[in-house]
DNA sequence: ATCAACTGAGACAGTTCTGTCTCATGAGAA
DNA sequence: TTCTCATGAGACAGAACTGTCTCAGTTGAT
């Protein structure tokens, strides 16, 4: 069925994010195909999870470059880079798990990469006094992908209806748990 | 070395969290034993895996029992539950991302036990008019809980200064990324 | 010094996984 | 229809992992 190697990967990452040590043989069937034709179409597993994350961190960077982040307010940065990445929380969950454990280079260069145009953004945000500047940017972007990866988990396993994930992931991260009267910046 | 069950747990979850397809032998190394000693602690992957798991929901449980969440200032029970959970954010960081992989009755019983725990904490904040209403009570439990795991990563790769972080944790969740003049409650 | 208990190293068979191959089937193009 | 091409099913050997066993060395107590 799904014999674009794209739909594959999505559906090992599907399987492999909840279960790490599954097999090619389950990799496959998660995959509606043989286990023949998934070793056609990836040499390996190693060349499978190197793909997964070469798709993950380009979508990342497609998804950095349409949210055009390093223009405008930088609050509103945020919710339409939340936008761009939503669709891809999956994949994000999938690289963030398992980001240290690829040996490839290209990969772990496009990963800071990303990381540090994010880390820009809430730079950027800190001084022009849009951000608290008590939090370092470093930790504000691995705060983000935290909580967009624990959205990808919760709309997943059904925890979460999927249009509110944005909700739940800018109000949370921008805004904090605690009540304030007064808003920052409205909907 | 390590010959207490603990300590070599702790090991094998320092590694499984990089590394999910570990084998016994790499499990063992990692320990400071032999593989013939970890086979005599724990008859099994599974077995490991599953104290592993025990170990961890023992400890979150104690670490609510003593943060006394039930009680007092819904923002200051936060930050004590932060303080009681964070000398354990390894440990819950493995469980979080593979708790949906426990066979066991009384491990998933465990872990929904203390989500609701945590949950109840940010419904009785929100009940009390400390927390936001427009978030649901069990996407703050879960989202505290994903930034303590990622505090925990952080953490151990070196990105974060341990002391650092219980304020890059509690002060993101409670009072989010946007700048406001006006604390909602002081250290 | 003697003994008991524990450990590491290594060997071992059994199982599982991997990567490759062949062959038959089925879909689609000409 | 006929041909081509991709696929699935299955077989296969090799590798890796697992669980168990034996044996020798070490530690610590008596």
Redesign the pocket.
């Known amino acids: 069925?799904a014999?674009d190697r794209e739909s594959v990967l999505l559906a090992a990452v599907g399987l492999l994010s909840r279960q790490p040590t599954a097999?090619?043989?389950e990799l496959a069937r998660a995959a509606?195909?043989?286990?023949?034709?998934l070793?056609?179409?990836f040499?390996?597993?190693?060349a499978l999870i190197h793909e997964i994350g070469a798709l993950a961190l380009a979508r990342m960077e497609a998804a950095l470059d349409a949210a055009t982040i390093d223009e405008g307010d930088p609050v509103a940065a945020v919710r339409r880079l939340a936008d761009a990445l939503i669709p891809h929380a999956q994949l994000v969950a999938f690289i963030s798990g398992e980001s240290r454990l690829f040996d490839d280079d290209a990969i772990n260069d496009a990963w800071d990469r990303v990381d540090a145009r994010v880390a820009a953004l809430f730079l950027r945000g800190q001084q022009s006094g849009a951000f608290r500047i008590e939090l370092p940017a470093s930790w504000l972007s691995e705060a983000f992908f935290d909580l967009l990866a624990g959205v990808g988990w919760a709309v997943q396993d059904g925890r979460l209806a999927h249009r509110e994930s944005n909700r739940a992931l800018t109000e949370l991260f921008l805004g904090g748990a605690v009540r304030r009267d007064q808003p920052g910046s409205a909907d």
């Open positions: 069925m014999t097999a090619m043989d509606g195909i043989s286990r023949a034709t070793h056609r179409l040499p390996g597993r190693e």
